[in-house]
């Protein structure tokens, strides 16, 4: 059981580039997300899904993209890439039908936007 | 707007016992989670409090005040591998996590 995996692991990616970041979880949730992580700050939410077929907006959508075309996977897109999302990004699911609706957490990708 | 406070860094030692404070002010209040992270790693999961009072999972308790916007995170018989950051998030009124910035514990020998 691999649990939510993420790829790739790590990207340089040059400034204007689009980029998709992969992410798969096998515990059938309902829910997944999408957050980066930066140095001094907290998790913040760029965009989320409660079930297959819908998505919504976080704290920090501007300049992503995200679909969730079936419950397992959910990409998130960035269109033309810029300095400023440099960051890592996680990818987490959860079964909102579960009283603490834990998140669970995929490794994580090291993105570099240069 | 919303609001996690968290202290920045603690060091304690080997075998002691540390607290680490939250305060949060959010827009709604539906369960206040703890999520260990080591560097470079994922978070995962600590521990959940909706209900007022302690919740002890072995080595580590958490405990929550709703009236005074504050939980603290207990840690016993601090070992090395307890060097980590440590994350305090509340689920707000829309059920989406606010996070603070993560506490980092380095513990010394």
């Known amino acids: 059981i691999a649990g939510i995996t993420q790829a790739p692991t790590s990207q340089i990616l040059a400034a204007g580039r689009r980029m998709t970041l992969r992410c798969t979880q096998d515990?059938?949730?309902?829910?997944m997300y999408w957050y980066r992580q930066d140095l001094g700050l907290g998790l913040r939410l760029i965009h989320y899904s409660n079930t297959a077929g819908t998505t919504g907006k976080g704290e920090v959508p501007d300049g992503y993209s995200v679909s969730r075309a079936n419950t397992d996977d959910f990409p998130l897109t960035l269109a033309s890439a810029v300095p400023s999302q440099t960051s890592v990004y996680f990818c987490?699911?959860?079964?909102?039908?579960?009283?603490?609706?834990?998140?669970?957490f995929g490794p994580g990708t090291r993105l570099t936007v240069l | 707007g919303q609001n996690i406070d968290q202290p920045t860094e603690m060091t304690a030692t080997e075998g002691a016992i540390v607290q680490i404070n939250c305060t949060y002010q959010t827009s709604g209040f539906n369960g206040l989670f703890w999520y260990q992270q080591h560097a470079g790693e994922a978070p995962t999961f600590l521990s959940y409090?909706?209900l007022d009072g302690l919740e002890e999972k072995g080595r580590f308790s958490s405990f929550l005040s709703r009236s005074k916007g504050y939980s603290y995170l207990l840690l016993k018989e601090l070992q090395m591998k307890d060097s980590a950051s440590y994350l305090c998030?509340?689920?707000?009124?829309?059920?989406?996590?606010?996070w603070g910035a993560g506490t980092k514990l380095i513990i010394k020998p």
């Open positions: 515990m059938r949730h309902n829910a």
């Open positions: 998030a509340v689920r707000d009124s829309n059920y989406q996590l606010i």
């Open positions: 409090n909706v």
């Open positions: 987490a699911s959860s079964d909102r039908l579960a009283g603490d609706n834990e998140q669970f």
